[in-house]
């Protein structure tokens, strides 16, 4: 049973330059959260998306925008990168949006992002 | 604004002995608790949570405690073994959605 998978693990991209994260969920999963991780802090919620669409959001700017696909993978894209978006970009899924008791949310190893 | 704290950056126990981390949320919209462990290059791993209708949840060696009152839990792993040196995260949501507030995370080391 594959559990979630992202890509790329590591990059690095210049500060003003567009990068897109991809991420794809535990099988039978169909919602699909974002979170930043900088180093020494916790992962901080970015948004979720269920069935296509953006249903929350967290305190992010629109640089960052993110995608549902029909098979419930999901992208992450952020634009103009500043060198402060450096962190570690993880995604989590679970079977349902509504935070009920016991949807656990699993998370994937994230993706490394690097800005210089 | 940080809505779940852990103020112990770190702790450092001996194999055998009790360790007890804790953490202090603000929000009082949540009402469901989990902790995850992070190793090093891995996403975080969901170990044990508790709803806020009980106060005290078990899973094998690793217990976690809800005070609502006070807006603070804690979870004990007894007997720490080696193995669960990792950073731990407390984390909070509220029941009707998966915006889930993470604290800093307590990296936990167990000595031999």
């Known amino acids: 049973d594959a559990g979630v998978t992202q890509s790329p693990t590591h990059l690095i991209k210049t500060r003003g330059q567009q990068v897109t994260l991809r991420c794809s969920p535990k099988?039978?999963?169909?919602?699909v959260s974002w979170y930043q991780q900088a180093l020494g802090q916790g992962p901080q919620f970015i948004f979720q998306?269920?069935?296509?669409?953006?249903?929350q959001r967290g305190n992010f700017p629109d640089r960052f925008s993110g995608h549902q696909f029909p098979n419930y993978s999901s992208e992450l894209n952020v634009n103009a990168l500043l060198l402060g978006d450096s962190a570690l970009y993880l995604c989590a899924s679970s079977y349902s949006p509504t935070g009920a008791t016991g949807n656990t949310i699993y998370f994937g190893e994230g993706s490394w992002l690097t800005v210089v | 604004d940080q809505q779940v704290k852990q103020n112990s950056p770190s702790l450092s126990v001996q194999e055998g002995r009790i360790s007890i981390l804790n953490c202090d949320y603000t929000?009082?919209?949540?009402?469901?608790f989990l902790w995850y462990k992070k190793y090093p290059a891995e996403g975080p791993t969901f170990l044990i949570s508790?709803?806020?209708?009980?106060d005290k949840n078990e899973d094998g060696r690793f217990t976690v405690f809800l005070n609502k009152s006070a807006k603070h839990l804690s979870l004990h792993i007894v007997p720490s073994q080696p193995g669960d040196s990792a950073v731990y995260f407390c984390?909070?949501?509220?029941?009707?959605?998966?915006?889930?507030?993470f604290g800093a995370g307590t990296r936990l080391t167990v000595k031999p």
């Open positions: 984390a909070a949501r509220p029941s009707n959605n998966n915006d889930m507030r």
């Open positions: 929000n009082s919209m949540f009402d469901y």
């Open positions: 508790i709803s806020s209708i009980k």
């Open positions: 099988s039978g999963h169909d919602t």
């Open positions: 998306y269920y069935e296509e669409e953006e249903r």
